[in-house]
Every structure is written in C-alpha cells, then in structure tokens.
C-alpha cells in the first residue's frame, strides 16, 4: 500500500487511519500487506523499531532527472512499513502541518520508487494498492514509463476525497518521460490538466472508494467534482466499487486510549463524567451539567463548518458549550476565533493539530458535530461513537451509511443552520432525558467499527482483480 500518510507515523486526516489500520486487518486475514511512505523527518526522528538503511538506489524519473532513494522500515505490530527518503523534500516535514507541500516532483520521486522498491527488498508483491492522487500516476507508470513497468502486477487505486485532484501542466509528462499521447480525456487528461487522481482511476485494475453511498455520489454532477463521467463510465464496467472504512478499534479505545485521564466502557461509563470535567478545565470552563458539543476535524470547505459559524449564536443562547479542535483553511480559523470571541465562557477553539487533546474532545464532550458538505466516509463519527458520544451529522456520503437517526446519533438532511440546529435540539432534548441518553451512548459504544467485514470484502476484490489479471495474461498468450 502507498500512500502519502499514515498513521501513527505522519497523520493529518482520515487516509493516515485508513493506511495505517487496514493492513493489519488483511495480514490477519493471511495477506502479506506492507506499507510504503516517504521518510519524512517526524517519521525519523520518532518511530520506534526504525531500521538503519537497508539499501540505496537511484530511482530514475526521465532520461536526465535520477535521483537516490534510501529505505528503512519500521516492524510494529506485526506490519511492515518500508519508508522511502532521500535528500530533499521529505526532510522538511517535521509535523502534520508541514508533510503536505506545493510541488509534485516528491510525489513522481515517491511513485517511482515504489514500484523499485520490491527488486531492493527482496520482496514481490501481486497488487499496488494506491490511496490518493499523490500516488495516481504509479497505475500508469507501471504499465507506461520507460524505465520500470511492472505490467504482470495488478493495481488497485482507492479514492478518499474526489474534491482533490492534483492538476499540473502537459510538461509534466515530459518530466516522466512520458508520450503526450497520454494527455487525452481517455487517459490523464481532464479539463486541459494532467489530473493525477483521473490517472490513477483511468488506469488502475480496480478503483474504490470509502463508503458504499460515496460510490453512488460520486457519479452525480453535485458530488462528482467533474469527474463524475468517469466515475459512471467505471461503475458501469464493475470497476469502482464503495467499501466502508473501518477504524483501529484497538487505538481508539476509552479503556485503553493513554491520551484520557480516566478509562471507562459502554458496561462501566462513570470515567467519562471524569474525562469531561478534565476537557473543562482545559477548555476553561466552569465544571457543569451543560451539554459540551465537541468538533475534531480538518478545518477545510467541506466539512460544512460554514454552517456551524452561521449557527452558531442561535445554538450559543441554548446554554451549550462548544469545544472545536482544526488546523487549515485561514478563512474558517478566522469565524471560529470570532464565535469564540463573542461567547468566551461557551466556547473554546483548539488551533492546531494535537492527538492527545483529540481523544480528550472524543471522551469529553457529550455530542459531535459533523455538518459536512460531503464526507466520502468520515472517521470522526465513528471514533466519537467509541468514545460514548452521540454524533449529529449531515446525510451525506458515509455519514448516511454509518448514523443512523435517532438510533446511533441525529441526522439532518439540508445544508442549512437552520436543519443543523433542529437536529441539535433533537440531541439537547436527549440530553435532558438521562435514561434516553445513557441508552444511546451505550448503544453507540458497542457499534463494530472494527476492519473484520470490509477488509474481507477487499480480499475477495483483490482475488477478483488477480484473476481478472490472469485470464488477461492467458489471452495475450
Ligand atoms: P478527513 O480524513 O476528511 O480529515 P475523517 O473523519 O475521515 O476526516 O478523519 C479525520 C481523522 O483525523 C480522525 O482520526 C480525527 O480524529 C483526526 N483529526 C482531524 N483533525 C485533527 C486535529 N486537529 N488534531 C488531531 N486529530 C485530528
Ligand atoms: C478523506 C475523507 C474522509 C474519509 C478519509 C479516510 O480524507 O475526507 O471522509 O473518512 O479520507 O478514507
């Protein structure tokens, strides 16, 4: 698997989780799946059970561009993460906020040296499986680059968020050595771009992405982000395919989760009276019995927290308190600080990436809030629920597919404050009836998030794709 991110090594979103968790679930399942990430410094300077250097070798990008790739790797639970570095680029990202920068040349580097890597490794792998535009172009290298096609391997491409694309300039084939041939919209290209995440669908074995309704989405013009031609053109053909995430249920875990000062469980609750008490003394809050309402996410458009700053002095007078915790788009930064400036004693805005202060907002808060615009699966929900707190969620992508109204969280359907804020008074409502909540909470602690189904369900697709493969194989023969 290769991918830009992933956790607990260099995290800023939900792929990290998936990446990082999703192997462990096929090994146990009897698949020899192994990680590939860039060494980015944080992962260096950090990682426990980090290799020295296993080998070197330089990764050939076109006929004049060649530059040395080191590996190291990193056993942990049983899992094989491979890491590629080299002199540049990744060494400047020494914290979530810095692994992604501008640039695609990381990203050609990166993608080439995986498909190297194997040869160095003494290690053969049957399927690529790539997460992400940042990794689109290894299906298409592997069957179009001069220097390293890999055409009896079959690859897989997952899509965790259609809205980015990377688009560069027609030289960047030129920088791949590549045929301006492939710039055509039956390949790479799409709106005048070379659109890495269209190659990587275009071109890989089998595309999936993270949530059954996602899948469907995604060939509408609303969800589609203009692709949503393709996406039709793939389902039709049987090769995209929606498989729900599924979270490291061992990680996210209140009777374990070292990052809370008190552990409880769905069957012995009490220590998440504790972990709220704890959350309002680091917010600053007086201790109380209001209800806290708690956001841990990537502060970016679509995560709909337009609505929440709209909503928010109507939702302010309703004696809530709200905890926010985000790190991106300066814009939402800016409304968050203002709602928090006008309601100092209600609500506190975390800036920042912190993963201690995330399980802490998890087991603190009482309800959490997801308005998303879209949301291809949504992790946020999932990990709240373990934790004992209700999630109130938009109904989109894998949000519809994972809450389930008035059963395991509230669900408003409308991109509207005002559809957000009934859904919330339907919570606060709850709130008040503590046998009604308590019910819930214990209903949403003992929900199965756990990889078991989907990762079997991506076993079957991998023997689908591999026997596909074959029977190919024998035709050309
Ligand atoms: P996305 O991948 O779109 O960001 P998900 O809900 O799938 O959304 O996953 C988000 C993951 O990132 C969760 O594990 C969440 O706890 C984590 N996360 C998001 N923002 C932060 C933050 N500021 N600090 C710590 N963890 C965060
Ligand atoms: C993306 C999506 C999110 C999903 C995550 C993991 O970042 O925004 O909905 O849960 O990837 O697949």
């Keep these: 698997m290769a991918s830009a991110e992933v956790a607990p090594y260099a995290k800023v979103g939900g792929l990290a ?4 968790s999703l192997p462990k679930a096929l090994n146990k399942l009897g698949v020899d799946a192994r990680i590939v990430l860039p060494a980015y410094r944080m992962v260096e300077d950090q990682a426990e059970n980090i290799s020295p250097i296993l080998c070197e070798f330089p990764v050939r990008i076109n006929e004049t561009w060649s530059k040395q790739a080191y590996i190291r790797s990193i056993q942990k639970d049983g899992l094989t993460t491979y890491l590629i570095g080299t002199d540049e680029w990744f060494q400047d990202a020494d914290r979530s906020e810095t692994i992604y920068r501008p640039g ?3 990203y050609l580097f990166f993608s080439s040296a995986v498909l190297q890597l194997g040869k160095h490794v003494g290690w053969n792998p049957q399927i690529v499986h790539c997460h992400d535009w940042h990794t689109g172009f290894i299906p298409v290298m592997m069957k179009h680059s001069p220097f390293h096609q890999w055409n009896e391997m079959a690859s897989v491409f997952t899509i965790h968020n259609l809205a980015y694309q990377g688009e560069f300039d027609l030289d960047i084939l030129d920088r791949l050595g590549m045929g301006h041939w492939l710039f055509s ?6 709106y005048g771009r070379v659109n890495f995440l269209k190659a990587g669908a275009a071109f890989a074995d089998l595309v999936t992405t993270v949530s059954p309704n996602y899948a469907r989405e ?21 090769r995209l395919e929606g498989v729900l995430n599924g979270i490291d249920q061992s990680v996210f875990d209140p009777e374990t989760d070292p990052n809370i000062p008190c552990h409880y469980n769905s069957s012995q609750p009490q220590g998440k009276a504790l972990c709220k008490e704890e959350l309002c003394r680091t917010a600053g809050f007086l201790p109380g019995p209001e209800p806290i309402l708690g956001i841990v996410s990537r502060m970016s458009t679509q995560k709909g927290l337009d609505l929440l700053i709209d909503a928010a002095d109507r939702l302010l007078k309703k004696n809530a308190r709200l905890v926010v915790l985000g790190a991106g788009e300066p814009p939402i930064l800016e409304g968050l600080h203002h709602v928090e400036r006008r309601h100092p004693h209600q609500v506190k805005f975390f800036e920042g990436y912190h993963e ?10 009482d309800g959490f809030l997801m308005p998303s615009s879209f949301e291809p699966c949504g992790l ?8 004992g707190t209700i999630p109130i969620v938009r109904q989109t992508g894998g949000l519809k597919d994972t809450v389930e109204d008035c059963k395991t969280g509230f669900v408003f359907k409308e991109k509207s404050a005002v559809a957000f804020l009934k859904a919330i ?9 503590k046998d009604r909540l308590n019910e819930m909470r214990k209903s ?5 998030w756990s990889w078991d189904k989907s990762a079997l369900t991506t076993v079957k697709l991998y023997q689908q794709v591999l026997a596909k493969r074959q029977s190919e194989s024998i035709q050309i023969a």
């Design 104 to 106: 695609i040349d990381q």
């Design 185 to 190: 919209p039956d390949f790479v290209e799409a």
């Design 380 to 387: 946020g929900q999932m990990i709240a629920m373990r934790y």
């Design 17 to 20: 989780d998936v990446v990082g």
């Design 425 to 433: 008074d339907r919570f606060l409502s709850l709130y008040e009836d």
């Design 356 to 365: 201690t202060l995330a399980s802490l907002i998890y087991a603190g808060c």
């Design 444 to 448: 949403v602690m003992n929900v199965d």
């Design 218 to 238: 995604i060939q509408t013009p609303e969800y589609g982000a203009r692709l949503e031609g393709l996406m039709q053109y793939l389902a039709k053909v049987g």
